[in-house]
């Protein structure tokens, strides 16, 4: 967070992110006028500094030109309306920047429709979530080089900043944009991408400590009096291995220093299993947003395989219950050709 | 099935298949002597002709030297103390068959123990299920030589024969036993060994049809006014693409004719799906025998890699909900990061 | 195969498929115009019977209206010319119809194009392979009723019959025509929407059984003396477990008779473990056509989990070692924080 | 790292990492006898001020009762003979430490076999690599409350103490062991099961970043003149998707600083990218250790689904191409049914 040069840019969507990032701007003596459907929402931030502008006409007026817009609303029909209606208001030499879960295949349409009417897109895959405000974000950037290099020092001041991590062993001198936090990628829709893939990876990353974990929960399953959490099988053949109470949050703990798999979500699995061990509140209905499914659709596409990242996507779908037809069809094989007869989970 | 000699055998286990292998055996004109922990299963058999024996002592009774009994009970500890019981009663030169779904590595301690007291022992996988005692059991044999020679006219009554198949391409000659339907795989273990293999490929099988059924099922989620049968992402990008509603009982029918995926399994799902093309009254509650789980075991100490066949088991798991707390540790770790709050199913 | 009445039909292309099917048409009494690339194909099925057509405007004059034109090249660009190069010589009320391996995707654009020229279009999803004249082929088609209803006895000539495979138990009266081994499964894209999961379930068998053989391939790893196949780890924990010499030629044949994962794929593979039960001539280098692909991304936007289906597709992609640079980044991280420096294959 | 008492230990092994751990306690004041089967490895601690012994019995003599004797040698073979050995030698009261990376069921025989002779058994699973000497080890330990007790001031030295993380959210007041990076997991065997358990989160975290820069690399695949890396499927459908050129040494280092995947395991692969982003030095022929094995294990044997731990564990059987047999029985089926012929990978 350096402010080279303050700089003017609208945001619209003022959610959690949006407001994450207008907040980072402000602090580092950036101006933002800000919309939102909710005048609450630009009241909100108004009082923090940010200029209110209560509908894309006032956004617009209230911007130099050549204006940056940053679109911060929900990926999908949402942001396809607010870049069109924005379309209609803003000049040639504009930017629109969409800084949301975008899929990076509409970058390419949005840049062709907007290149029309001298307007730039830059699309920027965002990381950081509801800590972004405080540790900066993660920004990887899609766009042509005159506009990116343009808006630099917004993405300066929102990025984390090289202290953010030790640097990288045999780097030294000027640090480049990516050690900052910030990467321009490559041309439209590049940004996009590199955050799709990023958001792969976070599910595979996601799933191996959540496997891990069920693993050191289950780890009684041979006590004496435990009972079974399975009867579909056999008793098992060595009990005895099984015979340990693992206090999870104080495993997360030592795994966070000096081991292997530290990282930025362990930290998180510890504040979680550190508030609850069983997690008795979550139901396990794990929602996938677009980019974990395009993860492995480019996977396909370019014929690489990634079993991991795909098979961490379908556990979510599995945590859904989208696979109940298929396990109906096991169940009816199974009566099949063995007379076997199902019993209800649990008995 | 065919009549070299009659021989005698002791059957021990009158279940679904204890009984089907007594009666195809009885049919051949085999003598054979059964015994079960209900007396009324032995009276039912016996009606049709097979001698009573209502203990182990009268069992060995009813059969000349050199004996062969066939074990036919639940795998683990109800097969261990049949064996242990049996080899009490038995005298040298007697053969014990295990024809369950035992563990193979549970055969070579039996044949180790019972050749102290000189009698044989031999493993038989057996598939064939509810239907074997009319289409023939597939079986695959392990025990020596002179042992598995000696039973041979039992494996071939037992067998479907070579007529239940048409000859593979580039065989003449005198068929191998292999192609009448039974196997001396090796020496003592390799009858299961190859039977846990075929259950694991089963549970392969069974999961490539049944996910893929589960597509067709789902093939109408872009049609308007069709509940979304799942909330936790986006509208799908393109819903023309998903409006179709297949008939999956009839699929199943035009697969079974000339078509690559023609199998017994699917010729199992046509019946299924006729009787019944939304298996409502399956809960889809998959269970799993030890026999899938070794041969993942088995694929990990050979290291060679088994990832469909391992995954196919890991959804019989996720069936039963084994991984709810992995779910808990993923919404946990959601909420930590992007302050995303659990749906419940269906919202 | 049962020729109702005898009908024309105009054949673009004469490969395996091609040339099968027109077989299969001639032997039941149906005119066949035959057209190809190479005249030499023309010619020969002209010496068959087949009315040798060596333009497509010749094709279109062999013909009486409605004409029906079956095309059979290559999915993606080929298909796509030929089309569009029908679409100019034929009239309104003929039909085309699509019995390649093209995207259902594809069949909803052709279908549009077409209409407007009142040219009907059918996609006929063919699966039988190289045996298919013999054995007759699977079909699964999508269409207007209309244009269906008028092919019908096309279908039925091609398609095996209900006597390749016994009834469905419960089912009896009239045959529907799926028991015949044809399915008009919906409209237009529906045909290869169905055999398109047709396939992506045949990867999954075929990986079941792949890695199925595997294991037994590899369960001598214990024997003493065996060159361990693996230098990468410690050696095995229990050598004993794993010193059986499998004749996987033998074991496919003893599943194929009575057994639950009779196929005919095994079938297949009996034949090719027969000939070479080390399979030497081939390289394990597998390729994959759209079909496998487009399955997994159909799972995907449906939003259902099919961990099996993608894993076989992936497993195919490593086969051709398009996992590389994955493994490189394995290798350069463990050296990173292990100092483990990588061994050659086999050292 | 703080010496509450310096205390005396044995050293048997003296490699990366029981050099490691040696350093890290002579820094903090302990005593250190050190042993290993290179004289030199000795002396070159001896250098550094840690007490030579050259034979066991020469450890022993350099230690006051009660001793402490940590192995830290490869697991297996050699960790049973320096643990047998150590028993003929140690005195009833003494404890044997293995830091290595056992079995956690090797761990319960020994402590078994030396709670005969009154020696006391700790399994210490350790994590760190080549850096733990520097930033101090992660120790997961196993065994009972007095001789863990008795040896805390190591294990407090040997971890990185409570500032090698941010404190997690909600905790305060004393920190927990686990917070200072090392944990009483529970009694013998808990301390490598819970390592085990960590490895196999590694294998899965490693495999997904590896896969994600593996679809980066990959996404140039569309880009005209690119040599296609697959010939084995049709040209692409959507090649304008895949025209990106990232450099993923600088997309590494973007991810490092804000965004959701960082982590320790992200800063070694920016390491290795930064000095070579085509890792054209890896034959990417990775390894595994038994952990990655007997994590997989221990999730079938408590019926858990861990999919994506164990499709990375096969990934890296697949990388030392352990799947030959597979593929070759693959590509015989394709041949079979469909007359496809291999071609080779490249062509």
Redesign the interface.
Known sequence: MTTDTPMQLGMIGLG?MGAGLTRRLLADGHTVAVNDVSADAVDALAAEGAVPAYDFAGLVAALDAPRAVWVMV????VTENVIARLADVLEPGDAIIDGGNS???DD?RHASTLAEKGISFVDVGT??????AA??????IGGDDATVGRLTPLFRTL????A???R????DGEP????????H???V??GH??KM???????????????????????N?GTPGTAA??S???????P???Q????V????????????????????????????PD??E?????????EG?W??????????????????????????????????????????????V????GE
Chains 1, 2, 3, 4 share one sequence.
Request: glycine content about 12%.
């Open positions: 959690r929900p990926a999908g029909e899929y990076y295949r390419l990381s950081g979530g509801v800590w972004g540790r900066g974000f993660s920004l990887m990025a984390p900043g090289i953010a991590a030790d990288t062993h045999g780097k480049l944009p990516g050690e900052e936090g910030w990467l990628c490559g041309p829709g590049a991408f590199v893939v990023h958001n792969g990876i976070e599910y595979g990353l996601m799933a191996a400590y959540a496997e891990g974990f069920n693993i050191l929960k289950a780890a399953a959490h399975d579909q099988t056999a008793p098992m053949a060595n005895e291995y099984y340990y109470d693992f206090k949050d104080e495993v997360a703990e030592v795994w966070r220093r000096g081991s292997v798999v530290g990282s930025w979500l362990l930290d998180l699995t510890a504040d979680a299993l550190h508030a609850s997690l008795a979550f139901s396990g209905n794990v929602a996938d947003s677009g499914r993860t492995s659709i480019a996977a396909i596409d370019e014929g690489v395989p990634t079993p991991v990242l795909t098979t961490a996507l379908y556990s979510r779908f599995a945590s859904r219950d989208l696979d109940a037809y298929a396990e109906k069809v096991l169940s009816a094989m199974r009566k099949g050709f063995g007379g076997h199902e019993r209800p989970t």
